[in-house]
């Protein structure tokens, strides 16, 4: 029997989880899409991967206009892969539907897989089922993956080894390093047709620590290529050779120095706090918890990925930038910035990030507020 599974964002994330569930033939996948809806229920989704090829059409199970409209049967999952932004639209307003008494006592409530970036994006959910007077079931996650929208319709699939940590999340919790019985079949539940349709997945017993670890990534690098408006090459990819096809960002050769001297040094220091801050939750320097080696590991890293002249993948708090649209920095550095101030962990560096890309955002909320009802 096939498990039911509802997602919610088609976007370039949404869209290569829901292919793959699809694909793993173990899974019925009904997708709610929003803003793209007429376009894949008129022509398909058109997906062009390094991993899978080039499929054309592609469609789920069902297509859903909205979470109302899909609110009509029972899931075993429910995933989410939409923007997380708390401040302006939280999880469980976006949720409403399946949240909701009459829905519950007709349908029971799922286990909610959150496929978001940042840290802390659980809560609001967790207190809506909490109202329920419902036991939560929620499994976070993080993320591996290079995928970006290139047009209405298109995804490109950059990464050929995708990674994606499953683990049960325990409110507030950050010690907890055993699955019960129970969390195990829920967690295992989603990880089979996952992995059946060609997503690495890996179970853990403590997710919170591998989250942090993913958001060393965005909240440094991310955060870096928006407020400088340029991708990540910029920092590591040499200028190329006069016989190799042009492309850019790269690294100019004349100023490459003052980068490698100046910057590079202060992104490893802002990865520091973030060390720093795994330190006061409890998360020890071991292959489990969050080891030392994690701040260079995650620059050479990022420089052996971003140096591929190949490379074409733009960050998402980059891309909403670009198109106008909110960012997710309460989730990705504010959630940083405030667990820190919790616990006494000095964070300067990454603090100054938060304070600039608040002024991003708050003007794109002018922007967006200032447009006619039409849009």
Not at 43 to 51: A, E, T, V
Not at 301 to 330: C, F, I, W, Y
Request: glycine share 6%; aromatic share 6%.
């Amino acid at each position: 029997m096939s498990t039911e599974i509802l997602l919610v964002g088609f976007g370039a994330v949404g869209s290569i989880y829901a292919f793959c569930l699809k694909r793993s033939g173990l899974a019925r996948i009904t997708v709610v899409a929003r803003g793209n809806y007429s376009f894949i229920n008129d022509h398909g989704l058109n997906i062009k991967s390094r991993r899978y090829g080039e499929i054309l059409g592609w469609k789920p199970d069902r297509l859903c206009k909205s979470v109302s409209e899909a609110a009509d049967q029972k899931y075993d999952y429910v995933i989410i892969t939409s923007k997380a932004l708390p401040d302006l639209t939280p999880t469980s307003i976006i949720l409403a539907p399946l949240l909701s008494s009459s829905y519950t006592s007709k349908f029971g409530q799922p286990t909610y897989a959150l496929l978001q970036n940042g840290l802390n994006v659980e809560q609001d959910l967790y207190d809506a089922i909490i109202a329920l007077d419902e036991q939560p079931k929620i499994i976070s996650t993080s993320v591996y993956i290079m995928t970006n929208i290139t047009t209405l319709g298109a995804v490109e699939h950059l990464s050929m080894h995708d990674l994606t940590f499953l683990g049960i999340y325990r409110h507030r919790d950050y010690t907890t390093c055993v699955n019960s019985s129970s969390e195990t079949k829920i967690l295992e539940g989603l990880a089979v047709p996952l992995n059946g349709g060609g997503l690495r997945v890996q179970v853990v017993a403590e997710i919170q620590r591998k989250k942090l670890a993913k958001n060393l990534i965005n909240v440094v690098f991310a955060s870096t290529a928006t407020l400088t408006n340029y991708t990540v090459p910029a920092l590591f990819r040499p200028a190329p050779e006069k016989s190799s096809a042009s492309y850019v960002p790269y690294l100019e050769p004349r100023t490459a120095s003052l980068i490698n001297d100046h910057t590079i040094p202060i992104l490893r220091a802002m990865l520091l706090e973030v060390e720093a801050l795994a330190r006061a939750l409890g998360f020890l320097d071991t292959e489990d918890g969050f080891p030392a080696s994690l701040v260079d590991e995650t620059i050479a890293s990022q420089r052996r990925m971003h140096e591929d002249p190949q490379n074409t993948h733009v960050p998402s708090m980059l891309l909403d930038a670009r198109k106008g649209q909110p960012l997710e920095v309460e989730v990705i550095v504010g959630s940083i910035v405030r667990m820190a101030n919790e616990r006494a962990v000095p964070v300067p560096r990454i603090e100054t990030l938060y304070a600039l890309l608040l002024v991003i955002q708050n003007q794109t909320l002018r922007r967006l507020k200032s447009l006619p009802p039409a849009f």
